[in-house]
């Protein structure tokens, strides 16, 4: 069975292109057939590529972020994705505008071992790499979380 799984941060150039990105890697590590995808709550880097410097650590780490382009969370999202994984809790407040909370999980609730509520946003705090380890610690308890589904079916 295909998961549907759209990542979500607030202009789609930072976070949720590498959950995507390092999300994508794991999953094909473990033979998991996902369709992935970012977006952003936000609508001002529509287009564009994730931020250079999340790009660069996310190379030195073996993940390749750079064929993917910023885009817009919209509705059609709710139907589209089965499951709609954000950052942080504003993000997730701003999809309560599109569409029903019930899809919607805090990425970091996939590694409640991590001590963190949210993704910290690496365009502000600077720290490119301690975004991505917690992204990829958050991949890893997801990619678990969907692996008990399909040993269960």
Not at 33 to 57: C, F, R, V
Not at 81 to 87: A, P, Y
Not at 122 to 144: H, S
Request: aromatic share 10%.
């Amino acid at each position: 069975m295909t998961q549907r799984i759209l990542f979500v941060c607030l202009g789609n150039i930072c976070r949720s292109p590498t959950a995507e990105a390092v999300t994508r890697d794991k999953a094909a590590a473990r033979g998991m057939t996902l369709a992935l995808d970012s977006a952003g709550t936000g609508n001002w880097h529509i287009g564009k590529p994730p931020y250079g410097p999340m790009q660069e650590a996310a190379r030195i780490k073996g993940y390749d972020l750079s064929m993917l382009r910023a885009r817009q969370v919209a509705q059609a999202d709710f139907t589209q994705f089965d499951l709609i994984v954000v950052m942080d809790k504003d993000n997730a407040e701003d999809l309560t505008a599109f569409g029903p909370p019930d899809r919607v999980k805090l990425f970091t609730d996939f590694a409640p071992n991590s001590g963190a509520d949210y993704v910290p946003d690496p365009y502000f705090t600077r720290d490119f790499e301690g975004a991505l380890a917690l992204i990829e610690e958050c991949a890893e308890g997801l990619l678990d979380v969907l692996g008990s589904y399909s040993t269960q079916d």
